[in-house]
């Protein structure tokens, strides 16, 4: 995103020194300060703007804090506002924002020409909403300013390049642009790129960015070269030309500064082709070479996205680090530390004990309620049930998540539904996908349907799919109504209708079955159908009957086998201990086992039976 419209608005505001010395001004201007001059609150804004210019953010904070009395309260709020975006201070610049915003606020829904001042104000709140995330605000803004600057108060260019920069986070790409230039312009091309890489066209966009290399190699600064050179790896590494992004990275990273944070970010990507392993990696060497303290404090360099990106990667690296993971604001640090919690140790303990540890935790913490950082302990517990194929367990704790508030379909309940879809198919579990459409249907709504399109698109075919017409044909309306030029949804809001079936017989016409069949294929089989023909044509193999099997020698087939065969030897009424044996036993060990025997009834002769004496 280009930050030269930034530096030009601050290049308007006087500075009154020689030669451009910054840092004599800077230091004259406090000398003046601290002597109470009679105009401190002028001399102060030229402190600030010298500091400013000298990337010296830190000193700027400090100087405002030391003489925040001096001056009007809004005599310094674009000064202030770039210093905390500079500084990433969140907090104080929402709340320096919010006492210009509803000024501000108006001018846009008036319409009216932004003055020098005004515009800076904005071009700050855009720089700060795209480095956070807001990118609809972000894109709002710089589209306000590129509509209202027919007086050429900034280069068509730059806003060009800040108009297209948000959008490619943006849910559509194709977002139209006030800005259409036909000049070649490097930082253009870049973002170009961004865009139709966002939609998919990684060939148009590595085109696009190499035309933005050959006119930053004459135009632009190492700076832009490299930046443009990472990215074209990014490319090859998305492509799947794996070679190609290595062999870039390498060069950029020889060409790169120690000091560069650009730096970081090349270690990452070259890093992230290497294979881990939890048993073979050394995870502590990893995270040095990584340089995770440098990483740690030039945070406030990075994007929300870039910085969230890297921060995932450190806590699954420091997880398997067995290192401890503290509980911060984000969902994912605090579903980790949790999981430390339950699991004794991460890279030991099996798969299978940890599965079922997490089970019966997230099936607890669910009872009392889903709010907090219940999800990422879910997805965690429900990867570890897909790890040892356990699906019912999985879809258990899916179904529990759900049931605890069956009217809410917030996020969460999104992506638990796209969860139970896959398992519901690996398990063949129709009658619960029909029981859980049937339920989505039940809540519905077009409000619900502007939140997220796409998921109620997927119900709506799926609805399709088991012959509910109606109920798909009413999602596939609303969702008309929001973007008539979804193609996904056809030229009619009716689908599923007599309509097609005259073009559908011409289609199956053309098919030939038997060559189909011929070449391999096998018609489609519902996979709870527990006869099926093919169960039913296969031939089952007999066993092989051995008809002259070799019997012992000495087999004698009227001879009883002995009814003592089960018993160890020792406790057998034929069994006689040995020498040895004898020799082992205590004096008078043998005489008892002998009168052990003779008391056993069992083993006594019974009497012949004989004729009675009258």
Same mark, same amino acid.
């Given at each position: 995103?280009?930050?030269?419209d ?9 500075v ?33 703007i ?6 010296k ?5 400090k ?17 202030k ?46 720089? $700060? ?21 027919s ?27 006030v ?10 091309? $870049? ?20 035309k ?8 632009g ?38 000091q ?12 992230? $082709? ?8 050394n995870?502590?060497l ?13 945070s ?18 420091q ?16 579903t ?7 699991v ?23 009872s ?8 990422g ?59 859980l ?9 077009s ?8 998921f ?35 030229d ?19 098919v030939?079955v038997?060559?189909?069949?011929d070449?391999?294929?096998?018609? $489609? ?19 092989r ?15 009883l ?37 003779s ?16």
């Open positions: 995103m280009s930050k030269a930034l530096t030009s608005l601050l290049s308007q505001l006087s009154q020194s020689q030669n451009n010395k910054h840092h004599e001004v800077s230091s004259t201007c406090m000398k003046l300060l601290s002597s109470n001059c009679a105009n401190a609150s002028d001399v102060l804004r030229q402190c600030i010298a500091l400013i210019k000298q990337d953010y830190q000193q700027c904070l100087v405002l804090t030391k003489y925040e009395t001096l001056g009007d309260s809004e005599s310094l709020t674009l000064e506002l770039y210093v905390y975006y500079k500084l990433s201070k969140t907090k104080s610049f929402e709340k320096l924002y919010s006492t210009v915003a509803s000024r501000l606020e108006e001018i846009k829904t008036r319409g009216d020409v932004p003055s020098v001042h005004i515009r800076g104000l904005l071009h700050v709140r855009a720089q $700060f909403c795209y480095k956070i995330g807001k990118h609809q605000e972000a894109f709002r803004i710089y589209q306000y300013l590129a509509s209202h600057n007086d050429g108060m900034d280069n068509e260019v730059e806003l060009a390049c800040n108009e297209r920069a948000p959008s490619t986070h943006l849910p559509d790409n194709s977002a139209s642009f800005t259409q230039l036909t000049s070649d312009s490097f930082d253009l091309f $870049f973002n170009e790129s961004m865009i139709f890489l966002g939609n998919g066209q990684m060939d148009v966009a590595l085109n696009l960015l190499k933005a290399r050959t006119l930053a190699a004459s135009e600064t190492e700076d832009d070269l490299h930046s443009i050179d990472l990215q074209i790896a990014y490319v090859y590494q998305l492509s799947g030309n794996n070679a190609e992004s290595k062999l870039v990275l390498n060069r950029l990273m020889a060409n790169l500064k120690p560069s944070t650009m730096l970081l970010l090349a270690q990452n990507n070259l890093k992230s $082709f290497t294979d881990l392993s939890k048993y073979t990696t995870f502590s990893l995270l040095r070479e990584l340089n995770v303290e440098r990483i740690n404090s030039s406030q360099n990075f994007t929300e996205y870039q910085w969230q990106i890297l921060n995932t990667n450190l806590l699954v690296l997880l398997f680090n067995n290192s401890s993971i503290q509980r911060k604001s984000s969902i994912l640090s605090r980790l530390a949790t999981y430390q919690e339950i004794d140790n991460v890279t030991l303990e099996p798969y299978e004990s940890q599965a079922t540890k997490l089970f019966h935790h997230v099936m607890k913490s669910i009392c309620g889903i709010s907090g950082s219940v999800i302990v879910l997805l965690l517990a429900v990867q570890l049930q897909i790890l040892e194929k356990k699906w019912e367990r999985a879809i258990q704790l899916c179904e529990s998540f759900l049931n605890k508030d069956r009217q809410a379909i917030e996020y969460e309940q999104r992506v638990i539904c796209y969860i139970l879809f896959q398992l519901y198919e690996i398990a063949g579990r129709d009658n619960s996908r029909h029981i459409l049937g339920r989505l249907f039940e809540v519905f709504t409000e619900r349907a502007k939140e997220d399109p796409p109620w698109r997927q119900v709506g075919f799926k609805l399709l799919a088991q012959e509910s017409v109606e109920d798909a044909n009413a999602i596939f309306s609303e969702l008309k109504k929001l973007d008539p030029t979804d193609t996904l949804l056809g009619s809001p009716r689908l599923g209708t007599h309509e097609l079936d005259g073009e559908l017989e011409s289609l199956i016409d053309m030939d038997q060559q189909l069949i070449l391999g294929s096998t018609p $489609f089989e519902r996979k709870t159908k527990k006869t099926s023909e093919k169960s039913l044509k296969r031939v089952h193999k007999r066993k009957v051995h008809k002259n099997r070799k019997l012992p020698i000495g087999y004698d087939s009227e001879k086998p002995n009814p003592e065969r089960w018993l160890p030897l020792r406790d057998r009424s034929d069994y006689r201990p040995n020498k040895k044996q004898l020799a082992k036993q205590t004096q008078g060990g043998a005489s008892n086992r002998k009168m052990d025997q008391l056993d009834i069992s083993k006594k002769k019974q009497p012949k039976k004989g004729r009675k004496r009258r």
